[in-house]
């Protein structure tokens, strides 16, 4: 193995100069880390960055800690973070909890052990307390959830908002039975998003059994068509469906299409997320388009500024990102009814 020893013999330098030229120390001059550069590409030289981490230095390292690289929002968000983060020389390394506590401190633990130089975090509902610990040693910040015990940085998206909008469209189509299928309320995104909900019922002047919702894993394409299957089973049969996953309504579109269900004469529907497939699944799907990259680029801003920012520097910071309506073929008034006057 090449060592910076090597490279020092082989220039007539020292191997300090070597080390200093190669970590671009500025006290070496620009024309000695060119020789140095070269040398060690010509001899096939590769740093040692166990070694330095042993002394001390953090990597170039950032992680990215989510629940389940399935759901296309993530899988999203990691290309983009990933390709901001390879600009500034850092490289982006994914854990996934599957939304479990322990396995999220297990990840904490290890990318802890191993210096990360920051962390992006989608924090379960409950967050152990060594876990709180930890982060708080790390630049780090969360996004699409908040945890309070977990910092004052986040990148998240007004879900409240996104749901109301969403909801308000059906109401404004004249729909007064609307089922929900979200996240549990324990989760912040999930609480929000069920706010949100209720909150277009009740401003369309709707009673409270005007709703039903059903809540239950966001990740699961499984509880997406078991509940969907169920609600068209049952009594009062929903006239319209409100989702609050990207893997619920992948599930719920996936069980329509199945059972043959004619959208939106039978039942109108508005997703959430935008993926490719939506604008061609029957009519067109209407959902809540999520601004994925711009989120994602800037999460890694703020992440290179803090990483070569001093610690003092970190001061709280929120970004709040609106969703979008995106309008297509899959709502419409109900079979005998109309659109209130005004409707969107």
Known sequence: MITTRDIAERLGVSVSTVGRALADDPRISEETKFRVRQAASDMGYVGNRAARMMRGASSNVVALVIPDIRNSFYSTIAHELSKNMEA?????MLSETDDDRTAELRHLRELSANRVAGVIIVPTARPHSESVKLLRALPHLQLLRRHPSLGSQWFGVDDHEALR??????????HTRIAYLGGPEELPTGAERL???????REGGLPDDAGRTALGPPSSMEHGRETVRRLL????????LVLGSIQLTLGVLEELSGQGVKVPEELSVVGFGDEPGFSWWGPGLTTTGLPIQEMATGCALWMMRRLKTKPSNDGPYTSVSPGSLVLRGSTAPPAGGKARSGAA
């Open 88 to 92: 500034e020389g850092f490289q982006l």
């Open 165 to 174: 909008r969403a909801t308000a469209h059906l109401v404004a189509q004249g």
């Open 195 to 201: 706010r949100g909900f209720r909150s277009a019922l």
């Open 233 to 240: 089973q049952g009594p009062d049969t929903p006239t319209a």
